[in-house]
Nanobody
């Protein structure tokens, strides 16, 4: 069972920056792809960015160059968020899936990610 633990959430003013980190443990099956999702109150969970073991990266359109996803190692990822706005307020989740049978992080839909962290809150004030 893959376990994901996020860190780095918090509160900042509009225009500020935050970096989220995620560490995976318990993986002994295959390489994993990783991604970030967010969910605001009353809204559906939406994909933010994903990264594959081969370095391929996918972003949601609303990121618009403000966020950067990267790998800190085989089983860890980081999301750097700049120019944050109040509409970015949400609980951010790290997620992962096994990089097998053609599954990749470029499908930023929740069902494509088997493993989930507990999430970390990001709050942006105007």
């Amino acid at each position: 069972q893959v376990r994901l633990v996020e860190s780095g959430g918090g509160s900042v003013q509009a225009g500020g920056s935050l970096t989220l980190s995620c560490e995976a443990s318990g993986n002994s099956f295959a390489k994993i792809y990783m991604g970030w999702f967010r969910q605001a109150p009353g809204k559906e969970r939406e994909g933010v960015a994903g990264i594959d073991p081969d370095g391929s990266i996918t972003y949601a359109d609303f990121v618009k160059g403000r966020f950067t996803i990267s790998s800190d190692g085989a089983d860890s990822t980081r999301l750097e968020m700049n120019n944050l706005q109040p509409e970015d307020t949400a609980r951010y989740y790290c997620a992962a899936g096994l990089w097998i049978m053609g599954q990749r992080a470029d499908d930023l839909s929740p069902p494509n990610f088997r493993y989930w962290g507990q999430g970390t809150q990001v709050t942006i004030s105007s």
